[in-house]
């Protein structure tokens, strides 16, 4: 008898398909520290047109992503970002915005469905009175879909609630959006009206979309500017990089339309009712 095992530990165990091998053996490829790589701009761009941004940047991974969107959003010392206890920026992530970006976590409990109540989030805001004493809130941060609630999605309601409170207040609102693409597909909402309300987004190109590494992060051109600067700061400029670039657009071609079939397998492991 033959067995076939599937590896089940996470959506980033994969291997990259034929037509991935073949597109990073064939990717047309510069030096992307010294100017730019065609390969990589055209990731870039496409991933920023798929969630409507101005500009996109690679990085190597996730964590970086998310690192270099916080920071650049809390470029000032001092400044506090407001996000969920059980997010994956607070847990996961080694406390690199605070032993690295001196950026002062302010937690509000995250629920079972992944979201922050929008009146504990507001009652965490920092009176600008108090500057004096207190660090100054820049940034609310929200995970979609949300990894330790079980991949709950946040609704674009919610998220655009969340952000009319940021401008509200003057802040920036950052999505980590690793698998914003499930997300979209299991609220059947394009991504980008579900991250409109959002000034960054990060977005991971090697889970479930199967591409062997990397994330793209997306905002306006200025914050784009700013984040490829602390990319280079931060060790993740990378020379032919369109070689990754090539797998992780083959992953947004083919993959994207596989995941409601994902979504649908994992519901019958999980032995829940189909909806
Ligand atoms: C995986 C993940 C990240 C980080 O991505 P890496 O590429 O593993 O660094 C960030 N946020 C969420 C929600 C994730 O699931």
């Keep these: 008898m033959v067995t076939k095992t599937v590896d089940l530990r996470s959506d980033t165990v994969t291997k990259p398909t034929e037509a991935m091998r073949a597109a990073m053996a064939d990717a047309e490829v510069d030096d992307d520290v010294l100017c730019c790589d065609p390969t990589a701009q055209r990731l870039e761009t496409e991933v920023a047109k798929i969630t ?28 506090e970002v407001i996000l969920g206890d059980n997010c994956h920026i607070h847990i996961y992530e080694n406390g690199g915005i605070s032993t690295i970006g001196g950026v002062h976590p302010r937690t509000v409990k995250n629920n079972e469905d992944g979201t922050m109540d929008i009146d504990l989030i507001e009652a965490a805001i920092r009176d600008p009175k108090g500057a004096l004493v207190y660090p100054t809130t820049r940034l609310i941060c929200l995970e979609n879909s949300h990894a330790n609630t079980g991949g709950k999605c946040l609704s674009v309601e919610y998220t655009d609630k969340v952000g009319e409170l940021a401008k509200k207040h003057g802040l920036k609102l950052h999505i980590d959006g690793a698998r914003i693409f499930n997300a979209a597909v299991a609220l059947g909402v394009p991504v980008d009206r579900l991250v409109q309300a959002a000034d960054s987004v990060s977005v991971c190109i090697s889970k479930g979309l199967g591409a062997p590494v990397g994330s793209v992060i997306v905002g306006s051109e200025s914050f784009i500017t700013k984040a490829r600067r602390l990319r280079k700061t931060l060790g ?33 492991l999980a032995g829940t009712k189909q909806d």
Aim: overall charge positive; glycine content about 14%; charged content about 20%.
């Design 236 to 268: 993740g400029g990378m020379r032919q990089v369109g070689i990754l670039c090539a797998a992780a657009l083959v992953a947004l071609r083919e993959n994207v339309g596989k995941l409601e079939s994902d979504h649908k397998k994992a519901k019958i």
């Design 52 to 79: 409507g941004k101005e500009a996109g940047l690679f990085v190597p991974s996730g964590t970086m992503g998310n690192l270099i969107s916080v920071l650049v959003h809390c470029e000032v010392r001092g400044s």
